[in-house]
C-alpha cells in the first residue's frame, strides 16, 4: 500500500520506513504535498484534515494521527466517504503532567524574569520573588489519564485539589483525596486552574470573560491542552488588570507564532494578510475572515509579550520516551489497519 507520512522528524523517518518495509513508504512536509494516489496518511496535529483533502485524495482509506487528540480531524467527513480514522489514545500523560508543572514551576517562581534579568541591580530581589506551591490549591479541569497525574504530582508539592470533570469518578476521587466541585466553584477557590480538556463545540473558550471574572484573584493559569479553550481578549484583559496573576501556554489558538521568531513571522503574517485583503475580487466574507486572523495574530504578538506570561512552544508531548510511544501506537494501528483488525480504543468516532 502507498503510506505516506506528514510533518515527520528526520530521525523518525528511518523508524517509520523500515517497519513498513513491505509497503510503498513516503515523507511530505505539509498536508498539501500528499500525492493523490495515497492510500493511507499518517498526519500531526498541524495537519487538518477536511471533506477538501478527502475529496482530492479518493483513494484514501485511512487516516493515522500520530496524537491523542482529534479535533484537526472531520469526523463527519472521514464517516461519509469511508475512511477510517485513527490515533494514539495514551502515549503522553506522564509526559503533559510533567511538563503542567514545568508551566506551574515557571510561573510561581517567575523564570521568565529571572531568564530576562541581566543584572541584580536595585530591587531585583523584590522584582524576581517567586511563591511556593505548598498548601496552595490546584484545580484540574479534566481528570481523563494527565488529569489524574496532575493530581498525583501535585499531592507531592503538598497542594490542595479541586477537580471538574463532566463525567465525574467519585471513588476514585475518595481514594486519591480530592474532591470534585463545579467548574465555577474550582475558579473561585483555585490558586492555580490548569486544563486538560479536549478542544469541541462544548469546550471552545470555555475559560470567557464571565468565567474569568469569576477566577480568584492573582490566580495562575496553566494550559498545556488545546489554545482555543481560552478566549484570548479576555485573558489579556485579566492580565493587564492583575486579576490573573500569571500564564504558562504551551498551546495557542493559532500556533504560527511558535514556529520561527515571532516578530519576524507575525510581520510576514500582517503583511500578507493585508495585501489579500486588498486584492480586488475577493468577497466580503472572505475578507472578514482574513481580518479575524491578522486580529488573532495580534492577540497572540501581545500575549506572548506579557511579562506575566511563561510559554512553551507545544513541546508538553515531546518527551524521548512519549515519542517512542506515539510511532510505535501509530505503526501498529497502520499494520492492524492492513490486517484487518484495529483495535477498538484507537477508533476515533463522530
Known amino acids: 500500500m502507498k503510506i505516506v507520512f506528514v510533518e515527520t522528524q528526520d530521525d523518525e523517518q528511518p523508524f517509520f520506513a523500515g517497519s513498513l518495509d513491505s509497503h510503498q513508504v513516503e515523507f511530505v512536509d505539509e498536508l498539501d504535498d500528499v500525492p493523490a494516489d495515497a492510500e493511507i496518511v499518517s498526519v500531526f496535529v498541524n495537519s487538518r ?25 472531520d469526523t463527519k467527513a472521514a464517516e461519509k466517504r469511508g475512511v477510517l480514522l485513527v490515533h494514539v489514545p495514551d502515549y503522553g500523560a506522564a509526559t503533559v503532567a510533567e511538563h503542567t508543572f514545568a508551566l ?112 480568584k484573584p492573582g490566580c495562575i493559569l496553566i494550559n498545556t491542552a488545546r489554545g482555543a479553550l481560552i478566549d484570548v481578549n479576555a485573558l489579556l484583559a485579566g492580565l493587564k488588570s492583575g486579576h490573573i496573576g500569571g500564564v504558562g501556554l504551551d498551546v495557542l489558538e493559532d500556533e504560527e507564532a511558535f514556529r520561527a521568531d515571532a516578530s519576524r513571522i507575525i510581520g510576514a503574517q500582517i503583511v500578507q494578510k493585508i495585501h489579500s485583503m486588498s486584492t480586488p475580487g475577493g468577497d466580503e466574507k472572505r475578507r472578514a475572515q482574513r481580518l479575524r486572523e491578522l486580529q488573532g495574530i495580534m492577540l497572540n504578538r501581545q500575549l506572548l509579550a506579557h511579562e506575566n506570561v511563561f510559554f512553551t512552544p507545544h513541546v508538553g508531548y515531546n518527551s524521548v520516551e512519549a515519542m517512542e510511544r506515539i510511532n510505535l501506537g501509530t505503526v501498529q494501528n497502520i499494520l492492524d489497519f492492513i490486517e484487518g483488525h484495529v483495535a477498538r480504543d484507537a477508533i476515533i468516532h463522530s
Open 49 to 73: 484534515v477536511g471533506a477538501g483533502f478527502l475529496r482530492r485524495h479518493p483513494k484514501v482509506r485511512l487516516i493515522a494521527s500520530r496524537s491523542s487528540s482529534c479535533d484537526h480531524l
Open 104 to 215: 506551574i514551576l515557571g510561573v510561581s517562581r517567575r523564570l521568565r524574569s529571572c531568564l530576562e534579568s541581566g543584572n541584580r541591580s536595585r530591587g531585583w530581589a523584590g522584582r524576581l520573588r517567586g511563591r511556593e506551591l505548598r498548601g496552595k490549591t490546584l484545580g484540574v479541569v479534566g481528570t481523563g489519564r494527565v488529569g489524574r497525574m496532575v493530581i498525583d504530582i501535585a499531592k507531592a508539592f503538598g497542594m490542595e485539589c479541586l477537580a471538574f470533570d463532566s463525567h465525574p469518578d467519585e471513588e476514585w476521587a475518595a481514594r486519591t483525596g480530592f474532591r470534585y466541585v463545579s467548574l465555577d466553584a474550582l475558579l473561585r477557590h483555585s490558586d492555580v486552574v490548569t486544563l486538560h480538556v479536549p478542544l469541541n463545540v462544548r469546550t471552545r473558550h470555555m475559560l470567557s470573560a464571565r468565567r474569568l471574572a469569576r477566577c
